[in-house]
T-cell receptor, first 110, second 115 residues
Framework: RKEVEQDPGPFNVPEGATVAFNCTYSNSASQSFFWYRQDCRKEPKLLMSVYSSGNEDGRFTAQLNRASQYISLLIRDSKLSDSATYLCVVVYSSASKIIFGSGTRLSIRP | EPEVTQTPSHQVTQMGQEVILRCVPISNHLYFYWYRQILGQKVEFLVSFYNNEISEKSEIFDDQFSVERPDGSNFTLKIRSTKLEDSAMYFC?????????????FGDGTRLSIL
């Protein structure tokens, strides 16, 4: 089983739609979780951290379920500019071991 | 906003040659990382570095690779005897803390092409 697995995608949704991605992780020692976005041939950019109680940043909501070992990202009222690959990132306790998921590609159509 | 800078943006090298990829982390950051991303594949962790030594390395980071902080600002990745399969984007990242909940900030990468 892969350490971090994401929805395979691609997701192709109309502008204004709500879309959700999931990410599962296999190691219960995982400490911290992040969502990054990556545009084509660009560097990963932090989208948001994921907190145990769940957190929201504008149109984006992230949730963590430690019991089931998954995190999720919800995007409401999607914009054309949301088109990107969304990367789930899991960090182990020392912050020295960081695992990226393979990414979920999202395409927003007008 | 401070950023991580990487040079060169694109490096083309003959197979078997050595390359050095350079990174200038954000100035008050103490933890440094290298990742690679082969075209069309996921971002892969290579190595983390703190206090002038390697904190952790992946199985990819074998004897062909080394890292160094030669001065107070640069953080370099050296790849010896390059192979075709070393062709990838190499990203440097830094964070201000080794606490796991601190995010990393990425440079815009060096595209390495091995011929």
């Amino acid at each position: 089983r892969k350490e971090v697995e994401q929805d395979p995608g691609p997701f192709n949704v109309p502008e204004g739609a709500t879309v959700a991605f999931n990410c599962t992780y296999s190691n219960s020692a995982s400490q911290s979780f992040f969502w990054y976005r990556q545009d084509c041939r660009k560097e990963p950019k932090l989208l948001m951290s994921v907190y145990s109680s769940g957190n929201e940043d504008g149109r984006f909501t992230a949730q963590l379920n430690r019991a089931s070992q998954y995190i999720s990202l919800l995007i409401r009222d999607s914009k054309l500019s949301d088109s990107a690959t969304y990367l789930c990132v899991v960090v182990y306790s020392s912050a020295s071991k960081i695992i990226f998921g393979s990414g979920t590609r999202l395409s927003i159509r007008p | 906003e401070p950023e991580v800078t990487q040079t060169p943006s694109h490096q083309v090298t003959q197979m078997g040659q050595e390359v050095i990829l350079r990174c200038v982390p954000i100035s008050n950051h103490l933890y440094f990382y290298w990742y690679r991303q082969i075209l069309g594949q996921k971002v892969e962790f290579l190595v983390s570095f703190y206090n002038n030594e390697i904190s952790e390395k992946s199985e990819i980071f074998d004897d062909q690779f080394s890292v160094e902080r030669p001065d107070g600002s640069n953080f370099t990745l050296k790849i010896r005897s390059t192979k075709l399969e070393d062709s990838a984007m190499y990203f440097c990242a830094s964070s201000d803390s080794g606490v796991s909940n601190q995010p990393q900030h990425f440079g815009d990468g060096t595209r390495l092409s091995i011929l």
